[in-house]
């Protein structure tokens, strides 16, 4: 376990460099019973559903809520080298922007005026300083909350949802310019978030479920290999489905009335029921015919399709179950026409057993695969899925 | 296109119904405030303009008012913050009795409050025999004067107070003790900044019920005279004529603040 750093000394000292990581090992009794273990490297997402105890976690470490464990056991609120940016920015309404980032720091008033205006001047915010927080935008906010929680040159940055208070397009440029900025100064960042896009952008992921971090790391393995159908919605799987073993290599789909190939043995018994997820962006269209029959090749009628700048979604309805394909929308059928679809055997990632009830409480699974992986694993479709 | 007429003829008919109160709501309001204003167009036409000049006693009763009030808004304001910070924060468990005790100071009736105040403080009380004996008299002194005072007028600065310190979040202190500061600091430079415009109506308030306390002071600080106690005594040995001059000096003195606070509560609440 790691010692507990001491105020003010950065984790992590260089942009770019190997992330060191810092060991978070928490237990929260209340208000969401928590039992967290993750490391935080770099910009780390932790990803979680609305109330999953996302923000109690980061209340926690920021020594808002009582909890034991490390880092920062024991130390009161005050005392923690920890920058806390709660949902919203939380500037102080009364404050100006100035008087804002120099909040946290001592001296005469000139001073500490001097030192507000040069981070201000940074990031080109100085033209705000005599500012309301009420008349910036929520991005500004975010920026200027920011720059006053790393006045304090705290050793972790934690963020609660920074980017859900923004519309979608604002959120995702407020999102990448926030991350180059704490790369730049270098503090190690935890995020809170519900968005699998803001996650994507991260150096290292942790996945909140069920009370505890039930997967971790890069999100580039992350999002290719959810350790579970939780994470993988989580992560913005659409396909997900429950199935059943009927031989080694054969997975029956009830709702769908079909029988999918996989690529080899997983490692359950015939028989057992397991959950089962496609990548939506896998899924591949081909002409309706006689595909009956062949190998991961089913008939579906399109239910839904969308198409947004350069990718459509398609709703195929399969059974009683409706399976997602992302496509370049060219040639798109229209809705109520019937298709063909193929499943390919090793875009298919299984989950047992199905439904996973308490994946938390196995205290093996905290940063391993809950899943039967394949031989193979597919790679290239999870993060572009659904 | 045939929608746009409709959804412009649907916007208009809302913003007609938003209207519609603010048009009703001007001529009441306008009503009922003259309603409110009869008394003193009453006062303004009888004065007698040319006899306004109040007597010495009046001004006595002005400056013991004054500086009295002003000493125990002092004391209302120094002892009812914490009270109200605390009362603000406390957990649900004696949330109710607390309720109940201060709304018991508020609703008691002034005259009743008077005799409490001599039952508790008179010179056969403990606490008043007890004061005696260090040479501070609790009935009929300036002492016995900012009791009244300070128990006309605190539960009113308190209940406003708590009220303005409820209003702050919680988050803002959170986000302080996150910044380094400790409870005192974030108290200073957040929760009573953020608390200001409750706690400048309750200072108003405060100062209203003091300046005009009656009917505590009758009981037990009839001397010395207060601008109340005084207009009694006007109208007893003198007649209504008598009333006039300490009546609008009265109002001169006691407008200003309340105005001021309220003005400058707001502007800054604006801004």
């Known amino acids: ?386 | 296109m045939a929608g746009e007429p409709l959804l412009a003829l649907g916007e208009g008919a809302a913003a007609d119904h938003a209207v519609a109160p603010l048009r009703l709501a001007a001529p009441l309001g306008a009503l009922a405030l003259g309603f409110l204003l009869i008394p003193y167009v009453g006062l303004a036409l009888t004065t007698d303009w040319r006899a306004i000049a109040p007597s010495a006693g009046d001004w006595q009763a002005v400056w013991t008012s004054v500086g009295a009030t002003l000493a125990a808004l002092a004391l209302v304001v120094a002892g009812g913050t914490p009270l109200a910070w605390w009362l603000a924060s406390r957990k649900p468990r004696l949330r109710v009795l607390l309720d109940a005790l201060l709304l018991l100071t508020l609703l008691t009736p002034p005259l009743a409050m008077g005799l409490m105040l001599a039952i508790a403080y008179g010179p056969y009380s403990a606490i008043g025999s007890a004061a005696a004996k260090f040479g501070l008299e609790l009935s009929n002194t300036p002492a016995a004067f900012l009791l009244a005072q300070i128990y006309a007028s605190a539960p009113y600065y308190v209940l406003a107070a708590r009220g303005a310190f409820e209003a702050v979040p919680a988050e803002y202190q959170e986000i302080a003790r996150t910044l380094g500061r400790g409870p005192w600091y974030s108290f200073w430079h957040v929760s009573l900044p953020l608390a200001r415009l409750g706690l400048a109506t309750g200072l108003a308030l405060a100062w209203v019920r003091a300046l005009g306390e009656f009917g505590v002071a009758l009981i037990i600080a009839y001397f010395p005279q207060g601008i109340p106690v005084r207009l009694w005594v006007d109208l007893q040995d003198t007649g209504l004529s008598a009333v006039y001059p300490l009546l609008w000096v009265f109002f001169l003195i006691g407008l200003p603040l309340p105005l001021a606070l309220g003005l400058w509560a707001r502007g800054r609440h604006a801004a």
């Open chain 1, 1 to 386: 376990m790691r010692p507990e750093p001491a105020p003010s000394v950065p984790l992590v000292a260089e942009a770019g460099a190997a992330h060191a990581a810092l060991v978070v090992d928490l237990r929260v009794p209340q208000p969401v019973a928590l039992t967290a273990r993750f490391e935080v490297r770099g910009f780390t997402a932790l990803l979680g559903a609305t109330g999953a105890g996302k923000s109690s976690l980061l209340r926690a470490l920021a020594g808002l809520l009582p909890a034991t464990g490390t880092p920062f056991g024991g130390l009161p609120a005050h005392r923690r080298p920890v920058g806390y940016l709660p949902q919203g920015a939380g500037l102080f309404p009364h404050l100006s922007v100035w008087r804002n980032v120099a909040f946290a720091l001592d001296g005469s008033r000139g001073a500490r005026h001097a030192a507000a205006l040069a981070a201000l001047e940074r990031v080109g915010l100085a033209d705000l300083a005599d500012r309301m927080p009420a008349a910036l935008s929520g991005g500004q906010r975010q920026l200027v909350a920011l720059l006053r929680a790393l006045a304090r040159h705290p050793s972790l940055l934690l963020l609660d949802e920074p980017t859900a208070a923004l519309d979608p397009l604002t959120a995702e440029t407020v999102a990448a310019d926030l991350i180059a900025r704490l790369r730049a100064a270098g503090v190690p960042a935890l995020v809170a978030t519900h968005d699998a896009r803001l996650a994507a952008m991260a150096d290292h992921v942790a996945v909140l479920h069920d009370g505890s971090v039930v997967q971790q790391g890069a999100p580039a393995a992350i999002f290719v290999a959810p350790g579970s159908p939780q994470a993988a919605a989580l992560l913005g799987w659409r396909n997900l489905f429950a199935g059943r073993l009927r031989g080694p290599d054969t997975l029956e789909w009830p709702a769908a009335g079909a029988t999918l190939r996989l690529p080899g043995p997983p490692a359950a018994l015939p028989g057992a029921a397991l959950s089962f997820g496609v990548p939506a962006g896998a899924v591949r269209l081909i002409p309706p015919g006689p595909a009956a029959g062949r190998e991961n090749r089913l008939a579906g009628v399109v239910s839904a399709c969308h198409v947004l700048s350069d990718r459509a979604t398609l709703g195929i309805a399969i059974g009683t179950e409706t399976l997602f394909a992302t496509l370049p929308p060219t040639n798109l059928p229209g809705v109520g026409d019937v298709v063909g679809v193929v499943v390919p055997a090793e875009a298919i990632r299984l989950w047992s057993p199905a439904p996973p009830q308490d994946p938390a409480r196995n205290p093996g699974r905290q940063r391993g695969n809950a899943g039967f992986p394949h031989r193979k694993a597919s790679r290239g479709h999870g993060a572009d899925a659904g």
